[in-house]
């Protein structure tokens, strides 16, 4: 091990923190030193590593930075534990199961001077990385609206949050991101089909600071997966397929009419459609080099915990305007 190899810790052995383990052990410039969790190695995923049973046993062994992969529930104690112990910290998203827990956190990492991210792998996604850079080059015209769509069986890893949390938070996130707007209005509507605590269920319209329409269709109901994200604009659409990493384009067609009643109304024809051949590299892999290249003081694209924040607050008023039935201003 060289002495620039920055020494990394692991938070919890669920699905998604056993792949974090995966990554972390392949990744260039950083050793995984221990992991925390309470329950053990059940799964026998990091057999030759000390499995500990509390953040401060991690803390207490110089770690650089730590990959915080428990349920969302427990984010806030173990953040702050992480801040006062001086370490850098990649939390899975949401950032936090309220706002309050969310700005605390924010608060503790930035007053400790310390690099903080949020896991919204959604951005490291080749498909929405290749729309964005063609939407800021103005690919699309005028954006008029992103429609996104992200249904499938329930994962019973989740228990601590519902389906705005633990998907739509995904889609708000990427929304923002992928057209630099801020959302300004949301309003929903939720259901609760399944028996259990949570919306499994959520049907939500917004509006973005441009004026650009929004419309996220999110459930754990249904037996086929799919991760859609529409974005069409003056010059035609873009459709991201996130499981897929594809990214296709539908161009709108030139087409003159001579029927003078028609005239006044701008319509549009079907044109050319091309699916771009895009490097398809592991997000999650992605994700981390950027964080490991932020915590060593390089310029790197992470998702910062402000950004993460204003998530965690369209996903709260989601859930607002859903139990008030009105729509909520942001």
């Known amino acids: 091990m060289s002495a620039n190899t920055l020494r990394a810790g692991l938070i919890g052995l669920g699905a998604m923190g056993r792949n974090h383990a995966r990554v972390l052990r392949g990744l260039d410039g950083v050793d995984l030193v221990a992991v925390v969790d309470p329950a053990g190695d059940a799964a026998g995923s990091v057999r030759d590593l000390p499995v500990l049973s509390t953040v401060a046993e991690l803390v ?3 770690v650089d930075y ?6 969302t529930g427990l984010h806030e104690e173990v953040g702050l ?5 001086g370490v850098a910290a990649l939390i899975e998203k949401p950032l936090a199961p309220s706002v309050e827990a969310g700005r ?3 608060e503790a990492f ?3 001077g310390l690099v903080a991210g949020v896991g919204h792998i959604e951005r490291y996604n080749p498909a929405l990385q290749s729309l964005r850079s063609r939407l800021e080059a103005g690919e699309l015209g005028e954006v008029l609206q992103v429609v996104t769509r992200r249904q499938g069986p329930f994962p019973h890893r989740i228990a601590d949050v519902g389906v705005v949390m633990d998907l739509a938070t995904h889609d708000i996130d990427l929304t923002s991101w992928v057209t630099g707007q801020a959302y300004t209005s949301i309003s929903a509507h939720t259901a609760f089909r399944s028996g259990r605590q949570h919306e499994d269920m959520v049907a939500a319209t917004g509006r973005l600071a441009d004026g650009t329409i929004v419309n996220h269709l999110v459930n754990w109901l249904s037996p086929f997966k ?5 974005v069409t604009g003056d010059r035609g659409c873009f459709i991201a397929d996130t499981l897929t990493a594809d990214l296709t384009f539908y161009a709108n067609g030139a087409f003159g009419t001579e029927w003078e009643a028609l005239r006044a109304f701008r319509g549009v024809a079907e044109g050319d459609m091309i699916r771009y051949a895009i490097p398809k590299r592991e997000p999650l892999l992605v994700e981390h080099e950027r964080f490991r290249d932020a915590v060593e003081g390089k310029q790197s694209d992470i998702v910062t915990l402000r950004q993460a924040l204003r998530t965690v607050e369209v996903s709260a008023a989601v859930l607002d305007s859903a139990k008030r039935g009105v729509t909520v201003s942001l």
């Not at 730590?66 to 349920?71: D, F």
């Not at 534990?81 to 112990?85: K, Q, R, T, V, W």
């Not at 799919?226 to 529409?230: A, W």
């Open 104 to 106: 605390r956190l924010v």
């Open 110 to 112: 930035e007053s400790a």
């Open 226 to 230: 799919e991760r859609s994200t529409v």
């Open 66 to 71: 730590a990959v915080v992969a428990c349920p």
């Open 60 to 62: 207490a062994l110089g």
């Open 81 to 85: 534990e992480l801040a006062a112990g």
